[in-house]
């Protein structure tokens, strides 16, 4: 068949697109839209030529199925956006195409996209005004809570997966509080975080489970969670707090070869809340000279010269340090070059930030398993930022992490 297109037509077209240049693409993704459309619309007649087992105008004997007309539906495509197809049907509605997904008005990589800028901090109702531009359809913020639900079970796999391959010698443990929404109403929520450290000095999240930080039967249980998944608590050498109600005993119990580091950054805080202003940099600069001490030698010397100078002056600010002064310098034991890792919970607390930080944009977590996504999110993130450090290495194997950006 030959195509005849006048001068003038030509004419108009290459005029109209000098004024609109950006017409040329619309033009262009409009013909490919109907191509494909037409394309998986010839797809489905072929299958159900198939499905009946002769041509469309072919003759049967007996009783026989037959064509039935057809439905407009339309799906989106990622990288081509929104197709209008004709879904044939048959006379007894047994045809079912496997050309399309039942039930799903775009394909998966289109879910998983928008998983993956959910996670990376573009909200619900963002991301459903955005989707009109990106893919050529507006998907509710229901639609995304959707996709979003499907990454759940990747990430239950994540939190209970078996921790028996990982020779963790360091546990370092807090809690962090979300506003989080519970059988309709907003209550502050927390979660309890551990990032192990490995014996090659790779670090890693151990486990996220909601719990009252305060409580020490909650962190019990998930001191326990963590070693039926396979951790073993015989190896693990240190733990690193702040000094919660309950936390060291609990810790102690459970992992009975450890010792506890309290967090220096919280005693020091602690200490400095009960000194007047005009003294606050002067004991800051000495509680620095025991924390930062040469040997556990030199911080006794210190510590001492410290309360000599200051019992009579701040006693409340003296009785402070001196409750957690052994635990605060427990890191001496260990070898030299990890001291500045272990005096601190700093490692836990830059997570418990970035947990904050992603979580802000939407005030309130929708629930629990949701809160669970971001932060596995979060902390494979984290994990792999910590290759950079002298200490750390990510694990080369991350299949949720693949799930999440592939």
Request: proline share 3%; net charge positive.
């Amino acid at each position: 068949m030959e195509i005849k297109i006048s001068v003038p037509e030509v004419v108009s077209l290459i005029k109209e697109l000098q004024e609109n240049p950006s017409r040329i693409f619309e033009m262009a993704t409009m013909n490919v839209q109907k191509d494909v459309g037409d394309y998986l619309t010839n797809l489905m007649k072929a299958e159900l030529t198939h499905y009946l087992g002769r041509d469309e105008y072919e003759r049967s004997k007996g009783e026989a199925n037959h064509r039935n007309g057809s439905y407009p539906r339309d799906f989106c495509i990622k990288g081509i956006g929104e197709v209008a197809v004709n879904v044939p049907r048959d006379r007894k509605g047994q045809y079912q195409t496997h050309v399309l997904p039942r039930g799903k008005r775009y394909e998966d990589r289109i879910a998983e996209d928008l998983s993956v800028m959910y996670l990376t901090g573009i909200s619900t109702r963002a991301l459903s005004m955005l989707s009109r531009r990106l893919i050529g359809r507006q998907i509710s913020h229901e639609e995304v809570s959707k996709a979003n639900r499907e990454l759940t079970e990747a990430v239950e796999k994540w939190r209970s997966r078996d921790l028996s391959r990982e020779k963790i010698k360091y546990i370092f443990v807090d809690g962090v509080i979300f506003k989080m929404r519970v059988k309709g109403s907003i209550e502050n929520t927390p979660v309890l975080v551990a990032i192990g450290v490995a014996e090659d000095g790779a670090k890693l999240v151990l486990g996220l489970q909601s719990g009252d930080k305060e409580s020490a039967t909650n962190w019990r249980e998930f001191f326990r969670d963590l070693k039926s998944r396979g951790l073993d608590g015989e190896s693990v050498r240190l733990g690193i707090m702040d000094g919660l109600s309950g936390l060291e005993k609990v810790f102690e119990e459970e992992f009975r070869n450890a010792n506890v580091q309290r967090c220096q950054v919280h005693v020091a805080r602690n200490v400095l809340a009960k000194v007047p202003n005009k003294l606050k940099k002067t004991v800051a600069d000495a509680l620095r000279s025991i924390f930062y001490a040469s040997s556990k030698e030199k911080a006794d010397e210190f510590y001492k010269s410290f309360y000599t100078k200051w019992d009579k002056e701040i006693p409340s600010a003296v009785k402070s340090l001196t409750q957690s002064i052994d635990a605060c310098l427990t890191f001496f034991k260990f070898p030299k070059e990890e001291w500045i890792s272990l005096r601190t919970t700093n490692i836990i607390e830059r997570l418990n930030k970035e947990f904050k930080r992603r979580t802000k944009p939407m005030e309130i977590v929708a629930g629990e398993n949701a809160c669970y996504r971001l932060l596995a999110f979060i902390s494979l993130k984290m994990e792999l930022s910590w290759r950079s450090t002298p200490t750390g290495k990510v694990r080369p194997n991350l299949p949720l992490y693949q799930i999440y950006t592939k």
